[in-house]
């Protein structure tokens, strides 16, 4: 059995990455073997496909640190063939083949159920962006986050995790105030629910140890300048869901915020989240996502089209989630 997969290599040659036939020898090792119907591009992609940041240890390897499909082999006690299926993260697409491919093989630990009420395709609509943005969103409700405590900032608004986060949010009842450097793009963040659009350029120059109060929570892609300032703009005992490095992975704050008004800064990870974690996560997306709206953000590409956007996705050409149509084999996406 062949099958088409983005595999990225690096040797004397330098670093590519281009679709290329495997064999089924080639797979890594694995208790679940899954036909994968879809994959998707995140930022993190980018990085890795492109070569822009050591993402990839490993060559050669698969791109993709996502996938949904539909187990064709396990040996895993807690999967069967014709289960669908979705992973995100643990190291693949890292060290580990990932899922820009038409077939992987993966542990069956890894792997979460893919919810009622959503296709596998709508998963990676979602992906490890969407993902994300609903583990920001459990942050802030953790901590006691409420609509009537006042505006939630999303920075990176016209990103993967800035386009769920805002949809998410607004549809829990809060009132969103959207950043993005595009701001041509103000009426679609409108239409996915912000109440207002304000440029980046506000947040992402380096800016004062302390600012006026504005935002009740703030779930930031960005990093950098733009954290530093959205920490020193939070309200008291306000909340900070960080989750990404659009600007830069540096943190050029004080600790004013924190001692002078109790703002409280939550790390999310995605990659190694516990699968409680994950599943509630999941089970919150299927609930709680207004799936027009994420239609509304959705691209389909093809597998050969993965490198190109790869590039547009750090360039900041992308607008909302890339879904790329993988196939599997002739297997029927679902």
Known sequence: MTFQALVIDKDDAGYRAAVRSLADSDLPEGDVTVGVQYSTINYKDGLAITGKSPVVRKFPLVAGIDFSGVVQQSTHEKWKPGDRVIL??????????????????VKGDWLVALPDGLSTRQAMAIGTAGYTAMLCVMALERHGLKPADGDVLVTGANGGVGSVAIALLS??????????????????????????????????????????????????????????????????????????LAQGMDFPATVAPFIL??????????????????????????????????????????????????????????????????????????
Request: some cysteine; aromatic content about 4%.
């Open 88 to 105: 995100n993260g643990w190291g693949v697409g890292e060290t580990h083949s990932g899922g820009l491919s038409q077939v992987a093989r």
């Open 171 to 244: 549809k829990l009842g809060f009132r969103v105030v959207a950043s993005t450097g595009r701001m041509a793009e103000a009426e679609h963040l409108k239409a996915l629910g912000a109440a207002e659009v304000i440029d980046r350029a506000e947040l992402s120059a380096p800016g004062k140890p302390l600012g006026k109060e504005r935002w009740a929570g703030v779930v930031d892609s960005v990093g950098s300048h733009t954290l530093a300032n959205a920490c020193a703009t939070t309200r008291y005992r306000g909340a900070v869901a960080a989750c990404g």
């Open 261 to 334: 008004r109790g703002v409280t800064l939550y790390g999310i990870d995605s990659v190694m989240a516990p699968q409680a974690l994950r599943q509630e996560a999941w089970g919150r997306l299927a609930k709680d996502l207004d799936l027009s709206k994420l239609d509304a953000i959705t691209k389909e590409i093809a597998l050969s089209d993965a490198p190109q956007a790869a590039a547009d996705i750090l360039a900041g050409k992308i607008r909302g989630r890339l879904v790329v149509n993988v196939g599997s084999g002739g297997a029927p996406a679902a």
